[in-house]
Nanobody, 123 residues
Framework: QVQLVESGGGLVQAGGSLRLSCAAS????????VAWFRQAPGKEREFVSR????????YYATSVKDRFTISKDNAKDTVSLQMNSLKSEDTGVYYC????????????????WGQGTQVTVST
């Protein structure tokens, strides 16, 4: 079992940047697919980005591609999400999720979840 803790959220102006981190404990992160999801008020949780266990392959939602970058440090058991050129529509609670085998974009496929970190982008 793995425990996930997100950090790095906050309030930022449109066009600004934030860097989210997801720290894992309990099991090594190197065997897990790790994804970021977000949920805006009144909306369903949506896929943002995913990284493979090795960290060599990354995937992004169309809405964040070329603005967000996911990375993984297996030595430190952390996954980061660098978010640039933030827009008001990026506002929401951002969750880190992990699973050993699931590689899709559906939230139900990930077994382990963090508590989330709030990102608010002001205009």
């Amino acid at each position: 079992q793995v425990q996930l803790v997100e950090s790095g959220g906050g309030l930022v102006q449109a066009g600004g940047s934030l860097r989210l981190s997801c720290a894992a404990s309990g099991r090594t992160f190197s065997i897990y697919n790790v994804a970021w999801f977000r949920q805006a008020p009144g909306k369903e949780r949506e896929f943002v980005s995913r990284i493979t266990p090795s960290g060599r392959s990354t995937y992004y939602a169309t809405s964040v591609k070329d603005r967000f970058t996911i990375s993984k440090d297996n030595a430190k058991d952390t996954v980061s999400l660098q978010m640039n050129s933030l827009k008001s529509e990026d506002t929401g609670v951002y969750y880190c999720a992990a699973d050993r085998t699931y590689t899709g974009t559906g939230s139900s496929g990930y077994r382990y979840w963090g508590q989330g970190t709030q990102v608010t982008v002001s205009t």
